[in-house]
């Protein structure tokens, strides 16, 4: 049995009622899966756990970011073990293979008919930020906002995987279509990858724009490297995970942070690596570390009651651990931001950003909307 092409990959996946796309961000590890061999729709994690041991095929979903009620099948949380899985990179099927492949079906592109943002989200945040000024107990919370979109058709999916892989090349990819909805995501964060023994996840906090100028971008990111808010920023989430993580991992941290860059921002980035003390399942360690001061803040308790409090809508998917966990163990998850949901002709696109004290509520508005530019950029070609 020959291994299928990346278009008749693409073009089951547009036709396909359950489908699932992962890349990690190197793409060493690229899956497609296709058809439900089984499934768990909750955002209980250890029920996910029990139910993942006993899949003998590759498992893809998400749990959602918090606890808030989700009428949506896929952000309320849901994993499932399709019925045949592609690895891409390795040649690998897993399942019963797919005997006849669909033609790519011409959709033509969608167009953006209607965008409704949340303009009041800035004013709310200036708030956050004078009661985080009036009380320094209160370090960082990372703030989100959505913008809906009504499109002029439905999304070409073999289009839409085809401008992930050129627009956002660096970042992992994951697509999950399940239920009529369908949710994309190319982040730059790892949350957690176990290989073995080997443990691996990454502070990424702390954000400046790009520049189409060399120079001018390099000027930036030496800006960013140097900014306090935005080292302290980071510092947290570094910190964090190290608390988090004592006794579990033994943890190799560089001593500062150096400069992720992806098409539209860079980051502050500390990769984080170790071995694991004892046979920790992954969906523990996925528990333990989420949410970090990445996506929720510090302290965890008022931010994650503040993220309610202010954000319009619950973020289900975003912002929350996604990713794969093959039969023996192994796996990585990825935190589920510069994301967006797609329903039919609508989409619902989500970005956040870490408020501190110091912040500049109009400056951050701006950092969340060049934040939803990738998912912008998919839609519109
Ligand atoms: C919450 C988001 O970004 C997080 C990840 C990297 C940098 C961030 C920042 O600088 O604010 C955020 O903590 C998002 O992209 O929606």
Redesign the pocket.
């Known amino acids: 049995m020959s291994f299928p092409t990346k278009e008749q990959l693409y073009a089951q996946f547009s036709q396909a009622d359950d489908a699932v796309y992962f890349a990690s961000a190197d793409k060493q590890h690229i899956y497609f899966g296709f058809g439900v061999s089984a499934e768990i729709n909750t955002g209980d994690a250890g029920a996910i756990k029990e139910w993942m041991a006993q899949q003998d095929q590759p498992v893809f979903g998400g749990l959602p970011f918090d606890e808030q009620p989700q009428a949506s099948p896929i952000m309320a949380g849901y994993f499932f073990a399709p019925c045949v899985v592609y690895e891409v990179t390795a040649g690998a099927i897993f399942g019963t293979p797919i005997t006849t492949w669909p033609q790519i079906k011409q959709q033509g592109q969608a167009t953006i008919t209607k965008q409704v943002d949340d303009i009041k989200w800035p004013e709310r945040i200036k708030n956050v930020i004078k009661t985080m000024q009036t009380d320094t107990n209160k370090q960082k919370v ?1 703030l ?1 906002r959505q913008r809906q979109l009504k499109l002029t058709s439905t999304v070409d999916q073999v289009q839409l995987l085809i401008d992930l892989n050129t627009q956002q090349p660096n970042s992992y990819h994951f697509v999950l279509k399940h239920g009529g909805e369908i949710f994309v995501s190319a982040t ?2 790892r949350l957690v990858k176990v290989d073995g023994q080997a443990f691996a996840t990454a502070g ?4 400046t724009r790009r520049s189409i100028n060399a120079d001018e971008d390099e000027q930036l990111a030496m800006a960013l490297l140097h900014d306090d808010k ?1 080292l302290l ?1 980071h510092a947290y989430v570094v910190n964090t995970i190290k608390e988090r993580l004592a006794g579990l991992v033994a943890l190799t941290v560089p001593n500062a942070p150096s400069i992720m860059k992806n098409p539209q921002v860079q ?1 502050l980035y500390t990769p984080i690596t170790g071995h694991l003390n004892t046979n920790t399942n992954i969906l523990d360690l996925v528990t333990q570390l989420h949410p970090t001061p ?2 929720g803040g510090k302290p965890l308790a008022w931010a994650m009651a503040t993220i309610k409090d202010i954000e319009l809508e619950p973020r289900g998917l975003f ?1 929350a651990p996604i990713g794969v966990v093959l039969p023996n163990g192994d796996g990585e998850f990825i935190v589920g ?2 994301a967006m949901l797609i329903k039919q002709q609508t989409a619902q696109l ?5 408020i501190l004290a110091d912040s500049d509520a109009a400056q951050e508005f701006a ?2 909307g060049l ?1 939803m530019t990738p998912m912008m950029n998919l839609l519109k070609g």
């Open positions: 990372v989100g730059p964060e990424v906090a702390g954000t935005n920023e980051h990445a996506l912002a931001i510069r989500f970005a956040g950003a870490g950092e969340t934040k």
